[in-house]
């Protein structure tokens, strides 16, 4: 009988995620008539799926097994017990690409592109730092329309070490507790005092009709669409910020399960689905062009 190596286990600290990637990765080395995960190759692993498929398992099922194995395979690479991850090539056959599945349906944006849309809300009027604060703080912290909708001055503890953000509830009745960055907490910093705020909602709105008021879930949601328009950048919303944070944090080093906590995501695979995103950025063959630049005269 297969067993996952207790290496691999120490590294997943959420208890419930070790036990979901235990049962399914055990699962498959049964089905496998108890080969080692680690000597499969890609074929294998098609034929494996494709069985599955076959035999009526459902695409959330099989979304969640690949998901496990991917995870298993970064662990063997990056213990050097593998060189390649042969799940890196399955998709058709896991559904990956289905309807119904996590992949974002957008691509999140790149730096350079957040960059521009944060340069178009400093352009004057009367609500730019409003909106710059507000898409700067949407890329770094994945909070949901609606929760950062929700957000007040005393939900911020700002400090001279590190300053963190508590809402006491969010989707699904959960509190929220993220640090922020000191980059982060400097722009609050700058948005409510140039707007002196120091009590209530964060986010307030400058129509006539509600000068001061807390902005809605909707309002939050049109100034970013108006401000991504006014970039050359139509299409972008709230949820392609949120997207965008996961990325970033994903980029920037953070476990699958960080991101999983800091995006407050209650299956793992969608997790996976930024991860898996950004390493195809990472393995662009862009990267492996090299010209040289022509001398100067």
Known sequence: MYKLPKAFLNT??????????????????????????????????????????????????????????????????????????PSDKIRIAAGEYSPNNNTPRQKPLTQRQLDHLLDSCTQGGSDSLR??????????????????????????????????????????????????????????????????????????????????????????????RRRAEDAGMPGIGANDLRKTACILAATGGASIQQVQTHARHKQIETTMAYVHQRDRLRDSAADFIQLDSPDEE
């Open 12 to 85: 997943i600290s959420n208890e419930n995620t070790r036990k979901a990637y235990t049962t399914d990765l055990d699962r498959i080395a049964t089905d496998l008539q108890g080969r080692d995960l680690l000597e499969l190759d890609c074929t294998d692993l098609e034929t494996y799926f494709i069985h599955c498929r076959n035999n009526n398992a459902s695409s959330a099922l099989l979304r969640r097994r690949l998901a496990a194995l991917r995870y298993f395979y970064k662990w063997g690479i990056v213990s050097s017990r593998i060189s390649a991850d």
């Open 131 to 224: 909106d710059y604060a507000l898409i700067f703080f949407l890329s770094h912290v994945p909070l949901r329309r609606s929760t950062t909708s929700k957000m007040n001055y005393e939900d911020i503890r700002f400090g001279d070490g590190y300053s963190f953000l508590e809402v006491p509830i969010s989707r699904g009745g959960l509190p929220i507790r993220y640090t922020l960055s000191p980059e982060v907490a400097l722009c609050l910093e700058e948005h409510c005092e140039a707007n002196d705020i120091d009590t209530g909602p964060i986010w307030r709105s400058s129509s006539r009709r509600n000068f001061g008021g807390r902005l809605t879930p909707t309002s939050i949601y049109r100034i970013i």
